[in-house]
């Protein structure tokens, strides 16, 4: 395509995908597996990777809110689908009549779904704050919570599912500590008459490393990206596949002398006559500044420096003598397979987790599917 941009990609391997569902659904058994694809699937495209863990034995999928839940209900996924941010104005009418699992945390959640007054009553599964301090009722709100759901779980505008609650990932004492505050939660509901079809808690960390946390169902995220909860293994070593590359080619290349200063603030300088690589991927793509003087990309055959600052749109690889010219592949991170850096390493030079590295692609970088299934 001749005047098209630089091709910015993120390779999405949906193969990769579905094995690290399916090994994640087989840690959970005999608890069904809800897959979280909100954030547009961590970054890497929701309806796509959404259908995947259908396919691969996830039985429901987890998203952040409303629209997203009806935006996959568009795609014609017709599996539950579980939402739990809801602002005053959210569309529960809509999501009730989408058949749209709301999680709900507060009384006026539920006089909002009846208010909507849809022609279904959605499944609502209360959320209980065990200590992550983020949505979920108190302890001390909870018993109200409970008697309006089955107030209007009589009144036929909504059915009462779940309890459910999230973890901290703290510590394993904490974790434990959260689940006996969500058990407490259930048997005063149970006191005040409630019954519950499921109960949930554990996202991926729990999920593989916790098994009194899995109850009835495990909402895994990070880690079907291929990417490990934990900081003391790999996704690798928990026999996850990475699923996303990002790669961009090489733009052009120049032969400098030593002294050479590169990017903004001229933070680096070349030490003798070497190649320059410049490459269409800056931080507006995702690719952390505060990573500049550390991160590395994969370039014919091996690792190189990304020299100087990561700028908006671009940035430089000394790359010495190798004979590497404009269109040269250059992968900033992948699954590992060639030695090329992972997300999990490119957390590393940034101070975060792969989770924030993956889930900032920017827009602007192309995603492209392997693996993809013929339309059922
Ligand atoms: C993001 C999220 C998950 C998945 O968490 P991971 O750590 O990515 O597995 C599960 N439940 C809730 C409520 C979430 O927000």
Do not use: C
Not at 30 to 38: G, H, N, W
Not at 297 to 315: E, K, L, N
């Amino acid at each position: 395509m001749s005047g098209a941009a630089p091709q910015r990609e993120a390779l999405i391997d949906l193969d990769a995908f579905r094995h690290n569902v399916r090994t994640l659904a087989a840690i959970a058994r005999p608890a069904e597996t809800m897959l979280a694809v909100k954030a547009d699937a961590y970054g890497h495209g929701m309806v796509p990777l959404a259908r995947a863990a259908l396919e691969a034995g996830a039985s429901s999928l987890a998203v952040l809110d409303i629209p997203a839940a009806l935006a996959l209900r568009e795609a014609g996924i017709t599996a539950p689908i579980f939402a739990w941010m809801h602002d005053p104005d959210a569309l529960f009418g809509a999501a009730a009549e989408a058949d749209i699992d709301l999680g709900v945390s507060a009384v006026w959640q539920l006089d909002a779904i009846a208010a909507a007054a849809a022609s279904r009553a959605p499944r609502v599964h209360l959320k209980i704050d065990t200590g992550l301090s983020r949505n979920g009722a108190t302890e001390a709100d909870w018993p109200t919570l409970v008697t309006a759901a089955l107030q209007h779980d009589r009144a036929g505008a909504v059915r009462l599912h779940a309890a459910w609650s999230h973890l901290a990932d703290a510590s394993p004492a904490d974790d434990a500590l959260a689940l006996a505050r969500l058990r407490t939660a259930v048997q005063i509901a149970e006191g005040l008459g409630a019954r519950f079809e499921r109960l949930h808690l554990a996202a991926s960390s729990a999920g593989i490393r916790e098994p009194e946390a899995r109850l009835d169902l495990v909402r895994f995220g990070i880690a079907a990206y291929g990417i490990s909860p934990f900081d003391d293994q790999t996704g690798r070593e928990l026999g996850l596949r990475g699923v996303m590359t990002l790669r961009a080619p090489v733009v052009s290349t120049k032969r400098v002398g030593a002294g050479q200063g590169i990017s903004y603030g001229l933070t680096y300088r070349t030490e003798r006559e070497t190649t320059l690589a410049l490459v269409p991927l800056g931080y507006a793509d995702g690719v952390p500044r505060i990573a500049s003087g550390a991160g590395e990309v994969w370039i014919a055959g091996r690792r190189h420096p990304i020299a100087g600052r990561i700028a908006m749109d671009q940035f430089v690889v000394d790359i010495g003598d190798d004979p590497v010219e404009a269109g040269e592949e250059v992968v900033v991170f992948g699954p590992g397979d060639r030695g090329e850096p992972t997300a999990e390493e490119w957390a590393g030079y940034a101070g975060t987790i792969g989770d924030e590295i993956v889930a900032r692609v920017g827009a602007r970088v192309q995603r492209v599917y392997l693996g993809e299934q013929a339309v059922r």
